[in-house]
């Protein structure tokens, strides 16, 4: 019997001929990553309950500070501190305010073929290259700093063949609604999302990663499309050549799937994330009038340069409504600068847009752009949960950017197809 990607991926990684969902397998990772958000549990973890700590393999770790950036408030800035000094003391690698860690991640460091390991739900970002990530508790993450292993239950695959062409007005993003719709919040749980299809490879690596980003939020454990020529030329374009040891592993004609569901982007619309939940998915259409307070373009879902050129095409030469404040902020600062060079955010500032620095911003809402009682936020952003960016008794509703910037200059949730 044949072997899924991430079959392959999981089985080289834990040096097997082969495995099979539901298996036990231990596995070598070749990255692990932490951010702001719970490191400070891992390493008050690894003062008090590790014997002997020590990290097997420091070249392997990535901290990272994006959360909460600038720091907000005494707490968040003591424990970033202790990000900091730890780092130092064990020679780890730190991104200070550079970024948001899966994109970092992608920028920097992850390779089709390899394993990578995050104290953050989104880890699922790094399918977008035909590698595992997901995301792991504290604990976890404590004993793969000791052993430079973690222990993965080999998830049964959920594949998505996809075909057609999408719209002008739509885009990844709708399309990864789309999917969580169809699957529902828990519909993927420990599974794994195989993004595959003809209308797959014609995407850009960029919308791509939008794609495996959001696979958790269908409860999977890792999504994954293979890589291709396309991916290679991405990273080298960012990094340069040559690039390490990498491996592309291809899903084998008679591996097996739990189930296979088919989209036609020929047919696909706008999609919208209604308050509170992110499978509470519906037609753009059905939001279409609602007033907007408050929009966000960024985040580790959207926050990329294509996802900003998409605004900015659509702001130039425009305003912000009186009655809504548009916030955005690039995914990282190499993004960010990338922006700079290309005039966007000359047009973002023209246009009446608050530009942000890089991080998880108001995805995160702790720190920027918290919305108040009875606002309305429409956001790029990975969740929608009830007091996810500010009161409990406002809402969020999650879109792609076209639809974002377009609502933004009319104050309303608004068909993007209007602007084009």
Not at 363 to 387: H, M, P, Y
Request: glycine share 8%.
């Amino acid at each position: 019997m044949g072997m899924t990607i991430t079959e392959k991926i999981l089985s080289h990684a834990g040096g097997k001929k082969h495995v099979s969902p539901g298996e036990i397998v231990t596995i070598t990772y070749n990255w692990l990553m932490s951010n702001d958000a719970t490191t400070h549990v891992s390493i008050n973890m690894w003062k008090n309950k590790v014997k002997n700590p020590r990290i097997f393999d420091p070249g392997k770790i990535v901290f990272v500070i994006d959360h909460n950036v600038p720091a907000e408030n005494v707490k968040t800035a003591d424990t970033q501190k202790l990000m900091r000094i730890f780092a130092r003391e064990h020679n780890l690698q730190l991104y200070d305010g550079e970024g948001v860690c899966h994109q970092l991640l992608m920028e920097n460091h992850t390779l089709p073929g390899q394993v990578v390991i995050g104290a953050d739900s989104h880890t699922t970002t790094a399918g977008a290259y035909g590698a595992f990530g997901s995301g792991f508790g504290s604990t976890d993450i404590v004993a793969a700093l000791h052993e430079g292993t973690i222990w993965v239950k080999v998830p049964e695959t959920i594949k998505f063949e996809i075909s057609g062409k999408l719209k002008s007005y739509v885009t990844a993003k709708d399309l990864i609604l789309k999917m969580i719709q169809y699957l529902g919040a828990k519909g993927a749980t420990y599974k794994t999302m195989e993004i595959t299809g003809d209308a797959v490879k014609d995407f850009s690596v960029e919308e791509r990663i939008t794609l495996t980003n959001l696979a958790i939020e269908a409860g999977a454990k890792n999504g994954i499309i293979e890589a291709d020529r396309k991916v290679i030329d991405y990273i080298k374009g960012i990094r340069g050549e040559p690039l390490p040891e990498y491996t592309i592993f291809k899903s084998d004609p008679d591996a097996e799937y739990r189930q296979t569901f088919t989209i036609n982007l020929d047919e696909l619309e706008p999609m919208v994330a209604f308050p509170h939940t992110l499978d509470n998915v519906k037609p753009l259409k059905d939001a279409v009038g609602t007033k907007v307070d408050e929009v966000f373009i960024g985040s580790c879902s959207n926050g990329r340069i294509e996802d900003l050129r998409i605004a900015a095409h659509v702001l130039a030469g425009k305003k912000v409504h009186r009655s809504t404040r548009l916030l955005i902020s690039p995914a990282s600062r190499r993004v960010f600068k990338q922006a700079l060079d290309e005039g966007l955010i000359l047009t973002f500032v023209k246009a009446g847009a608050l530009v942000l620095n890089p991080n998880c911003s108001v995805c995160w809402g702790a720190c920027q752009g918290v919305i108040g009682k009875d606002e309305v936020l429409l956001s790029t952003g990975t969740r929608n949960f009830r007091g996810r960016a500010g009161s409990p008794e406002s809402k969020i509703f999650l879109c792609s950017p076209r639809t974002a910037a377009v609502s933004a200059v009319t104050g309303k949730i608004t068909h993007p197809g209007e602007f084009e």
